[in-house]
């Protein structure tokens, strides 16, 4: 099935894969996650999911 896939990332099908796995599951916006994070939760008081690091 490789040849046929986008080589996308479904985030609720990871596991603890790391952050370069989250990144990917993100895609382009990945970045403006980010800054919401920074903005709204800099304490990272959310993050018991395929967490987005408010200083990554």
Do not use: C, W
Not at 10 to 19: K, P, Q, R, S
Not at 22 to 44: I, M, S, T
């Amino acid at each position: 099935m490789h040849p046929h896939s986008t080589g996308g990332v479904y985030v609720n099908n990871l596991g603890d894969e790391g952050g370069d796995r989250v990144r990917a599951a993100y895609g382009d916006n990945y970045d403006r996650l980010v800054e919401v994070k920074r903005r709204y939760n800099p304490g990272n008081l959310f993050r018991y999911n395929q967490n987005i690091r408010p200083n990554s």
